[in-house]
């Protein structure tokens, strides 16, 4: 491209002055009239005469050659810029094309197509280049598909172990509180004790590991979730029994009262998602408020919310609440509220509560009355 630009700037400075020199030596081009001798005055009126029309016959084609060789210039200027202009169209311009589409794919943007150059010597190159840019483009978002799939599928698995790790935390829990009362029996009669120290160190040992794994589970989801933009949630339509079951097997978390059943109806929602929704909810009530449960299911008429008919269903629990200042926090994530110092957690239940229901069609509403409440909104079909 510099080659070319200097031969282009060279030829317009050796032709725009040719006009002028051309002006300027044919301007000094005169008709020289020979010596004069002795001539009688007749004679020299006949000289006068035929000098004069040769000097104007020699003045039409002095001008008409200045016009012939201006116009010659004027083709040869004009032609030289086509050319150049063509060489640049069919030659340098689809070069940097390619050169700027290659700057684009080393920064990471796929998105601009290559402009295809037909009767270009480059028409093959620049099909072939731009399916390389398709190629690479696919094969991106193949990745990227990948990676967000790999990290999701981390996330839930690192997530869904909280439940099993409970479950384990809460049997040693009680077979704690069982053998400690069989050490008191046996101290108090005399007996062996031995054997029972050694279930409850065991009982001891495996909570430790219990806590562990539920640590490094939690690290695991943490580092998952803030590397994928988007977790799946898949809506299909199932029915809304399916919702009550999800409550009545959380056994772990106490004392879960099922005021009524829920309506019967289609619903959409994820599975999955919704599970994990109970889950958290429950969870939480559980930890923080330690109190029985209490889940109740009703309809949501179109009038009441913006013409959408939804199954809401309503978990309360009979705790001492959240303070009003950190209401408006709770879904952020990585948020934990002021009683949560000797609590395990992230701060990502509610956040994930929250997203799972915008990405079912639904919602999530809370507040505090007599206790923590937290509504839900099951889109119906």
């Given at each position: ?161 909280k439940t099993p790790v409970a479950t384990i935390k809460a049997t040693c829990e009680v077979l704690d509180l069982k053998y400690r009362k069989k050490l008191k029996d046996a101290e108090a009669n005399g007996t062996d004790t031995s054997e029972i120290l050694s279930v409850l160190e065991k009982l001891d040992i495996i909570s430790a590991k219990a806590e562990t794994i539920n640590r490094l589970a939690q690290n695991v989801f943490s580092a998952a979730l803030d590397e994928t933009d988007e977790i799946a949630v898949n809506v299909i339509e199932t029915s809304s029994a399916d919702i009550e ?137």
């Open positions: 491209m510099n080659y070319l630009k200097r031969n282009l700037i060279l030829f317009i400075c050796l032709m725009l002055p040719c006009p002028a020199v051309m002006i300027l030596l044919f301007s000094k081009v005169q008709l020289v009239p020979d010596h004069i001798g002795n001539y009688s005055d007749e004679q020299l009126k006949i000289y006068s005469e035929i000098r004069q029309s040769l000097s104007l016959s020699f003045e039409t084609q002095k001008r008409d050659l200045l016009i012939c060789m201006l116009m010659i210039w004027a083709l040869i200027f004009i032609f030289g810029l086509l050319l150049f202009t063509g060489i640049y169209l069919k030659q340098i311009r689809p070069i940097r094309e390619m050169e700027a589409l290659a700057s684009q794919i080393a920064k990471g943007n796929l998105d601009t197509p290559l402009p295809m150059q037909k009767d270009s010597v480059f028409e093959r190159f620049t099909e072939s280049f731009d399916l390389m840019r398709e190629e690479l483009k696919t094969s991106k978002e193949k990745e990227r598909r990948a990676q967000n799939s790999k990290r999701e599928l981390v996330a839930g698995l690192s997530h869904d172990l079951g999800y409550f009545t097997n959380l056994k772990d978390y106490g004392n879960i009262i099922l005021e009524n059943h829920i309506p019967e109806c289609l619903v959409r929602m994820d599975p999955l998602r919704m599970e994990q929704v109970a889950d958290n909810i429950v969870g939480n009530s559980y930890k923080y408020a330690g109190t029985d449960i209490l889940v109740s299911f009703d309809e949501i008429s179109p009038s009441e919310k913006d013409g959408h008919r939804f199954i809401r269903i309503t978990i309360r629990d009979k705790g001492p609440g959240v303070p009003d200042a950190e209401l408006a926090l709770l879904t952020e994530k990585y948020y934990r509220g002021s009683n949560s110092a000797d609590r395990s957690g992230y701060g990502l239940g509610l956040y994930l509560v929250n997203w799972y229901m915008e990405k079912q069609g639904g919602g999530m509403e809370y507040y505090n009355d007599n206790g923590f409440v937290v509504e839900l909104l099951v889109p119906k079909v």
